[in-house]
């Protein structure tokens, strides 16, 4: 029987807690790095069912990033007891009032309520999870985050490249996006600062990252596509605006 790992990791000074059920034990380091750009983790859990063999892989994560194994065992055969437990601790941790942001990792859209429910209370929740992973899920988080982005990903971790690409979106797909999203901003003469625009974009998509069309930085991506004008003010930050003609 295949035990689905869960664990779950609460930070600090804008703090994220962490809830994952990760699939694939290689997006770990990937995972701790993207969550650690949000906050700086001060409690950290894993819950699985630790006699199954299938999380051996584990173990050496378990140590490197000093994770606390929660031991759970699976009393009936297709059922997620973990899954139970770990809501159950989330909600605790929820109403301690310590945590201003929680990040849930997992493509199960069945975390989809317990996303809501920490958004009822005013607090930040951050998504990780496949591309397979339901919208509704998705469009629960303040911002989600494909895990084939992270490096370790499923996809990056393929052994051909071309396969990676095949995968992704051309950059001409995230202009009509780049577009509603300066739409909704008030700008300078048509100039919208890049980095508001970014912010905007995640409100509005909340898996909109530029790395879904294989570009590391928005800016990039924003050029590849050709339908902005794209300049860096002396003293000033860069900003976009459509080029002439652009609708």
């Given at each position: 029987m295949v035990v689905k790992l869960r664990y779950m990791r609460h930070c600090r000074a804008r703090p994220k807690a962490l809830i994952e059920r990760p699939d694939n034990v290689r997006i770990a380091d990937g995972l701790f790095e993207e969550v650690?750009?949000?906050?700086?983790?001060?409690?950290?859990?894993?819950?699985?069912?630790?006699?199954?063999?299938?999380?051996?892989?584990?173990?050496?994560?378990l140590q490197k990033h000093a994770i606390i194994p929660q031991q759970q065992y699976a009393y009936t055969k297709g059922k997620n007891a973990s899954d139970i437990t770990l809501v159950i601790d989330a909600m605790d941790l929820l109403h301690t009032g310590l945590f201003d942001g929680f990040c849930l990792v997992s493509s199960d859209s069945d975390f989809t309520r317990l996303a809501s429910r920490i958004r009822e209370q005013?607090?930040?929740?951050?998504?990780?999870?496949?591309?397979?992973?339901?919208?509704?899920?998705?469009?629960?988080?303040?911002?989600?985050?494909?895990?084939?982005?992270?490096?370790?990903?499923?996809?990056?971790?393929?052994?051909?490249?071309?396969?990676?690409?095949?995968?992704?979106?051309?950059?001409?797909?995230?202009?009509?996006?780049?577009?509603?999203?300066?739409?909704?901003?008030?700008?300078?003469?048509?100039?919208?600062?890049?980095?508001?625009?970014?912010?905007?974009?995640?409100?509005?998509?909340?898996?909109?990252?530029?790395?879904?069309?294989?570009?590391?930085?928005?800016?990039?991506?924003?050029?590849k596509t050709g339908a902005f004008d794209v300049e860096t003010p002396k003293g000033g930050s860069m900003r976009i605006r459509l080029k002439s003609g652009g609708k």
């Open positions: 650690a750009k949000i906050g700086t983790a001060s409690v950290r859990r894993i819950y699985g069912d630790f006699s199954d063999s299938h999380l051996k892989g584990w173990e050496a994560v005013g607090v930040d929740v951050y998504g990780f999870g496949q591309k397979k992973t339901p919208e509704s899920f998705r469009q629960a988080c303040h911002r989600f985050i494909y895990t084939e982005n992270l490096h370790g990903g499923a996809e990056k971790s393929s052994d051909d490249p071309a396969a990676v690409k095949d995968t992704q979106p051309p950059p001409s797909k995230a202009v009509p996006l780049v577009k509603k999203a300066i739409a909704e901003l008030e700008g300078d003469n048509g100039w919208f600062p890049l980095n508001i625009v970014g912010s905007q974009l995640n409100r509005l998509y909340p898996d909109f990252d530029s790395r879904n069309y294989g570009f590391q930085k928005l800016s990039e991506l924003v050029r």
